[in-house]
Each structure stands twice: as structure tokens, then as C-alpha cells.
């Protein structure tokens, strides 16, 4: 008797895969998509997207797809693994396949550890789960077709940077002065007062229990009407309409997922920097197999001598000679070294000059089609040199205290390339060759490509072997918390070269106790988190523009939803 062909169920019927948003050769609003003249079916879609289908998933990634499937599609048990791929079980998030395998894994961690815990013990019944994954695809969906007209490299290098650079400022002059330390609580007053934050109002006084639960109070508001307010703009009316559901959605995105993250001990000064830590390891072991200056052994010997067929005796009538040919042979080939990586810089520099001055202009990527120009508002375009990320920079070295001299000359020099009388010398202005070069490289490397990896990283950072991280021990006691801040500064220095102390006239002892002292800007979490909650809104604004217009009251009655 003939087995019936088994079909895929139809709680979670995908559709058809959105034609990919983004392109490996712009990073933002630079993507100009065509509309499809038909629906492909799932199995044709996003070949341009993903090098792989998702039927023959690698084998680091077989643990994600199982676990995929056996929280979001339970109805699978019945049928062999790997029947149906996971594209046509599904609806898409995004338009690329291995984005869309690390958001679902978060989703299934997040709905087996969050919300099976309290849903499974009232019912049995998946709609409730099935509704969430059609509810996120829908919002992911929404999210990254407005990604596409949000200017990227602005947000990136200049708003956030702008907001890190206040932090920062902000957290000197509240520490900078000594009658401040040593009032009890002042100097969270008075960053409290120069960078301010709803969420973070009233500044908790450990001597009045009530500041404390007002601010955790307004916390928890704050967080539920962020969230309320971007499921006011992205949600499908019918469901913006189901209070129940849509209640639920947001208590699991702003407690579960916020609220452990960012009112967590994401925002502890220890967890910064440990997660500095792991950053610079990570970024020496990319360099370890880079060849340095004292990697180059010069070998004076001969073959024979080499393969021991002829005896070393002159080396013991001329040892003074021997030592001073080592040095110089020593100096020679680091000077050669330094030489050929002077060169290579050089010509990368020139290649990339020129393959820019062949690229599009900067200002041809922003110009919107005339059915976008009336929604979206004309961006003026800023030179990249201008950008906030350079005065970050610049503020956390304190270069305007350790060397004014050099902060003046750049500052010169910058005014001099973007803003310069002569026009031959403005080569930092808009469209013009070096911010065409600038353009160019970040075209170049911070593309969709780089989403999955990061993904990944957030992934495990947050839910160590696809689950939820153990509960966590006791907070570090100072002492320890001195020793972490401690050998965070000193992983920080390793990536300093020697030469650059010692041409500061500073030994390893001097560095590493400033270095400490800059980390301190990151130690107090209720600090963190006005910086926190600041790029979150920030990001938020910039994706969905409508919450700086509007109300959620308002934004609801827009979509004819009364509460």
C-alpha cells in the first residue's frame, strides 16, 4: 500500500520571498529595488541572497535548524528530518537566508525559554506561538524595507558616535571635580542633569527607597511604550486590534528581551569590560600570524655549516664582529620591513584614489525616486570627514589635555580639506575624491554580508549553547571588579606597539593606569543605560520616523484601532 505524499502544514504557510533589499555594494539607502513582474515560488527565491539553500544546511548549523524546528514547528515530529526545508515551513523575516536562520534561532530560543515556561503550563495550543512568528516576520519585513532609506553611514559614524561622545563628556565633568566626589550620589545628579533620560528619572538615592522604585517604575514604562508605539507602526491592523495578542508581543519584547538585556547586566561596568576583553583577543588572534619586527631572525651561517658539514670554529675567534653583524643585520631587515609595508600602504592608497574617482558620486546613492521623495524628507548630505566619529576618537584620547598641539593641527587640517577657500584643496568636501575614497571603503566592507556574524555573536553572547545562560552569580565583589578593569586595560594595551610608548615617553605601568582610567567612564550601569536606552530610541526614530510625530494614542487612531 502506497504511503500518501506528506505536505508541509499550513499553520505557517510562507509566502512568496520578497525580492533582496539589500546589495553587497551599498550598506544603506544606496539599493534601488525593483519591482518583480511574479511570484516566484519559495524554492527559486533569495539564489542571489544565499550561496546555499536551506534543504542542505552546513553542519554548524544543523543544531539551529533542529532546534527551529522543534519549537516553531512542532508538527514536524510526524515527518523525517529534513523533508521540508525550513523557507517553505516558515514565513520569510528578511530576504536573505542566513539571516533569517539566526533571527529564528533567536526566536525559538526566546519562545522555548520565555514563553513555553508560562504558555505551556495553560494550554497545549500552538496558535498562540504560530501568531508571534507571523506577527515578528511581518514586523522584520516591514523593518527592512525601511532600512532601505535610512542613510546607514550617518547613524553609524556620526549620530551614534555623537551620542558616545556626549556620554562620555558628560561622565568628566560629573567626575572631574573633587567637591563632587564627595557628595553622596552628586555625580549622578549632575550627569543626570547635563544628559538626561525619561527612563532614568528620578537619580536613585540608596537613602530613599522610593526614588529607587519611581526609577524602575518609569524604566518599565518606558520600555513598554516604545515598544507599543513601534507595534502601533508596524503591526497589521487586525492585529493591532487583538489587545490580548498584542499585549503579550510586547511584554515579551520589552521585559524578556529588553529588560534583560539593557536593564540587565548588559549595562554593568564589569560586563563592558569583559566584553572589551573578548573584542581586543578576538582582534589579536585575526593579527597573531602577522609577521613583527622581532620575527625576523637573520641566519649568517653558510649551507655547509647549516647541515653541519663544516665546523663552526670561526665563530669562537670573532665574537665581537658576530655581535655587531647581528645588530646591523637586525636593524637592516626592519628598516626593510617597514619600508615594504610603507610602500604597500602607499600604493593601497593610490589604487583606492583612483577605483574611487571611478565609482558613482556619494550624492547620486541618496537621491530617492519620485514616489519616495514625498515620504521621505531630502537629506543634506555632510562630507565624511565631518562625521562625529573622528571627534569621538579624538575625546577619548583626550588629546585636547594629553597633546593640544595635535588636536589643533588635525582640526586645522580637517577645516582645510572639507571647508578650505581654495577648491583645488577641498579634497574631504562632498563628492570630491577623498570622500569618494571614504565612501568607497565603507561601500566595501560594511555590507549585508557582515549581518549573520554579528547576529551569531549577539546570539551566543546572550544565550550561551541555544539557551538561556545559567542565573547569574553574585555580581563581582570591587575587588574583583578592580582586577577585570584591570586586565581589560591591560589586553587594551597589548595592541599598543612599543614603539608608540616609547615615543609618548611612557612606560607600560603609565599606559595601563590610564587606560584604567578611561574604563571608568563605562563602570557605573545607571550611567550606561542613559546611553543604552539613547541609541535604542535613536535607532528606533530613525527607522520608524512617524514616533517623533506621534503619539501611540494618536499612531492607533491613524490606523482606526481606539483604546
Known sequence: MTQPLLRPPTTLQPRPKANPTFSSS???SHVTVKTPQ??????ETRQSASPRPWSTPLASDRIDVALIRKVLCPQQTNIANDTWPIDELLPPLSSSNEIDLQLYTIIAIVVQELVYSWYGQITSDEAFVEEVVRIIAHCTRA????LRKIDLESLLLDEIPGLVESHVLAYRISHG????????NASRAVYHELNPHPAMSPVPDPSYDTSIIQQMKNEVDYRQLLVQAALAVLLPTE???NVCLRTLVADVIAESILGKSIGGRVCEGWFVWTSITKLVEQV?????SRTTGKEIEVDTRSRLEKFGLLSERGDDTRPANDGRRSTFSEIFWRVLQYGYLTVIGIQFIIVGLFTASWEPRRSSWSKKPASEATVAPAVTLRPLLDFKIFSLLSTILDLSFRMPWLRGSLALMQHHLVQSPLSLLRVGAVDRILDQYLHHLLVTHLNPSIIPPVLSTIRTTLFPKNALPPPPPDPPSPEQQIEIRRHCAETVCSLIPAILSRAAGLSRQQIVREVEEELDVWGDAYLNKHLAYQVLELVILRVLP?????GVKELMEARGVYT
Open 239 to 241: 492585529d493591532l486590534e
Open 26 to 28: 551599498s550598506i544603506g
Open 546 to 550: 512617524e514616533l517623533g510625530e506621534k
Open 38 to 43: 511574479q511570484s516566484r515560488p519559495p524554492s
Open 177 to 184: 571635580s573633587a567637591w563632587i566626589s564627595h557628595l553622596p
Open 143 to 146: 523593518v527592512e524595507g525601511r
Open 284 to 288: 589579536k588572534a585575526l593579527s597573531k
